[in-house]
Each structure stands twice: as C-alpha cells, then as structure tokens.
C-alpha cells in the first residue's frame, strides 16, 4: 500500500508561500494522530524537498506520539514550478486568453486568479507551450513516476509520502489514464492533508481510495486546498 499525503495549509499569498500555516501545521497533526490509529502502521514515511512537506511530515510524527518511523526525503515526489510558469506565461497568454486576462487584473486571492493560475497550468499540462529550462509537464510526470516505482519496490511495506497535489494528480493519471489536464484539475481538488491510497495487483497500480479527510472537522475551519 502506498498513501500519497498532501501537505498540510501553505502560506498562500505570503512573502515565502513554501511553509505551513499554523493551521496546516493543525492539519497535519490530526493527520499524524488519525495514522496512529490504522490497523496496520505506516512502515516507510518519506516527503519530497519543499519545506512545507518536511514541515507536514514532522507534525504528523508529533500528533502520532512515536507511531510513525523516522522521516526520508526523496526529491522525486518535489511539486512543479507553479509560480514559475505562472510568472512566466501569465502575461503574454492574458492578451489572448480572456480567463487569464481577468483573473491578472484582479490579482491577489481572488477566485478569478486563481482561476487564472490553473489556466496556464491546464496549458502547461497540454504542452501549449516551450517551457525552456523550467520543467515540462512529461519530465514531471516521468520524475514522480520513478519515485513512485521506488515506493513500489518496497514490497509488502505500507508507505506513507507527503507530497504536493501536483504529483497526487499525475499518479491517479497513472491508474485511470486520464489526459494530463485533466489530472491537473483533479490535483486542485485535493485537499490539504489529505490522503490518496493506492495498491498494487499484477505490478499495477489501483486507486483504492482518493482524497480522504475524514480526519479533519469542516466545522473548524480544517478543510481547505492550498
């Protein structure tokens, strides 16, 4: 079994948006405490490089109480350069695209930015665009992919990385085949440590359960996506 985690809040719209919030630092612990209770304990935790993974791996270990294993870094599981492509397509795309012109003239945490965001990255995904030096859609997927066949050769181990919802989506897409834009949008759907568990039968992967935060109580304010 390997669950794929979301990192818990970031720091959205801050100087440094790669560290938690302290609300995703609550997350995460609910994460940790709720992981300290499965039947079976998570034997592997890895987290990719960013900040906000190793800030979201430590606080789980702290809500599970010593339940959780000592914490391993694999660069594969890294999120794509979302800021990046957005500073460097965003502008000329807006003169075409009437979503992204909108949502640039608004700027700052509105829906239509944000709107705006997801728009050059949809493109990105389709390959709408050179990426020079900046990653591609295809080297991303092929990177998350390598760690991903990494996790699997740990057979008959339940492994636990958190990551970022970029690769979450790329490996639903690699169950279920979905075009690349489409796995884009579902990983905007993933909510902050949260839980998306997969198994192997055959040396393939299945979805065995998606976006799980059953952990988390809306009525607090726990349940959001970036």
Known sequence: MIALIR????????????????????????LGAALARWRRPIEVLIAGPMKRHRQTADAMREGAAGALPELVFDEAFAEFPAFSLVRRFGPALASTDPVIAAGFAEGGHSDAFKRAVFRVIELWA?????????????????????????????????VAVVTSGGPVGVAVRACLEIPPGRAMHLAWSVVN??????????????????????????????????
């Open 7 to 30: 990192h818990g809040q970031a720091s959205f719209g801050a100087a440094d948006y790669d560290q938690l919030s302290p609300l995703g630092g609550q997350q995460s612990k609910k």
């Open 126 to 158: 389709e390959g709408a665009f050179d990426t020079e030096e900046l990653e591609s859609f295809a080297r991303f997927e092929e990177r998350v992919r390598e760690g991903l066949d990494r996790v699997h050769a740990m057979k008959g181990q339940r």
């Open 193 to 226: 440590a949260s839980v998306t568990e997969f198994v192997y039968r055959g040396g393939h992967p299945m979805l065995f359960r998606f976006n799980a935060h059953d952990h988390l109580d809306d009525e607090d304010g726990l349940i959001t996506f970036v």
